[in-house]
């Protein structure tokens, strides 16, 4: 299992992250190795979670999924954020070879207090593009060059991107890696997350087949 850098042959971008430490991970859906990441230009620190070789020759199943406290840890059922972690976990483990990028940018980059304002506003009856705009924030700030750089740290060049997000598929294209496949990772959303999936799908453009 590969735990050093093996950089893309067509990119000679500078790495700005830096691998603290790695360590084994058993989880319900299988064992993995799991690694923590700091950014070298910003207080964000990442993990990635994987398992089986990282073949910069291999595409090889990817997600980058962005921290949801709510729906990872309580299991909120006003996103699907959680169930697709532990889709992409179990597609992994039957794979046999991953990789997951766990990124710190809550509630689409503005953080759990605002996110929690956000749901405040939601309660009114604003969605949830609506209520990041009345808060003065952007509709999607997260960005996911360094996210890139770590897939590149493992020793990952060619990518089957599990998401349903284009923007997300349009910027690891540009920071390098090679998109080979997008494989949808839909979940049949619970009915208090019906208007939540409605509005990714209009508004923020996902790929959602409903």
């Known amino acids: 299992m590969a735990d050093t850098n093996n950089d893309c042959p067509w990119t000679d971008r500078a790495i700005t992250v830096e691998k603290v430490a790695t360590a084994n991970l058993p989880t319900e859906a299988g064992d993995f190795r799991i690694a923590g990441y700091r950014s070298l230009n910003s ?25 949801c406290l709510t729906g990872d840890v309580f299991g909120s059922i006003k996103c699907d954020c959680g169930p697709q972690l532990h889709v992409a976990m ?59 750089e770590i897939l590149f740290d493992l020793g990952l060049c060619q990518v089957r991107v599990m998401s349903n997000n284009p923007d997300k598929l349009k910027a690891l294209e540009a920071a390098g890696l090679r998109i080979v496949e997008r494989i949808p990772i839909e979940i049949k959303g619970e009915k ?10 209009e508004k923020l453009g996902h790929l959602l087949n409903f």
Do not use: W
Request: charged share 30%; net charge negative; with cysteine.
């Open 43 to 67: 207080r964000e620190e990442f993990v990635a979670l994987y398992k089986g070789e990282m073949d910069p020759e291999a595409p090889t199943l990817v997600r980058i999924h962005s921290q």
């Open 192 to 201: 208090a997350a019906a208007h939540y999936l409605r509005t990714k799908k």
């Open 90 to 148: 179990e597609m992994i483990e039957a794979e046999g070879r991953g990789a997951i990028v766990y990124q710190q940018q809550e509630g689409r980059g503005i953080g759990i207090l605002n996110k929690i304002r956000a749901y405040a506003l939601q309660d009114k009856g604003a969605d949830t593009v609506e209520a990041n705009e009345q808060l003065g924030f952007a509709v999607d700030a997260r960005t996911y060059q360094q996210c890139a």
